[in-house]
């Protein structure tokens, strides 16, 4: 059996898991099955995200494979507080996206979690 590690910084995670009280249900599940941006074979992080506004609503993202592993569990999209597509979710934050993904030929939520660390 294959060990599998989180790749996201352990400070998003305690951030994400302080937000939503322990509980990915309290957050929201973006999906992404549109994408314009090369998928990674090397990235584990690309994929679907879950995603919670951070104090100052800035969004603190959570991939969803990584989840999987930190709860021990499938992340099920119908248990969340509400599924968007990454479309949508990006133009809800396309402020916060254009301060942060300054990259035009990377995804633009891989670079926001680089930026969250």
Not at 55 to 84: T, W
């Amino acid at each position: 059996m294959k060990k599998v590690h989180c790749q996201t910084d352990v400070d998003i995670v305690q951030t994400f898991l302080r937000l939503t009280e322990n509980n990915w249900r309290n957050s929201m599940y973006i999906e992404c099955r549109v994408c314009k941006f090369p998928r990674s074979p090397v990235c584990a992080n690309c994929a679907d995200f879950l995603c919670i506004p951070g104090e100052h609503g800035e969004p603190v993202m959570l991939p969803v494979q990584e989840a999987d592993i930190i709860f021990h569990r499938l992340i099920d999209k119908s248990e969340c507080l509400l599924v968007i597509s990454n479309v949508v979710f990006r133009d809800l934050y396309s402020n916060y996206f254009r301060r942060v993904a300054n990259k035009s030929g990377e995804c633009p939520f891989l670079q926001a979690l680089k930026h969250e660390k």
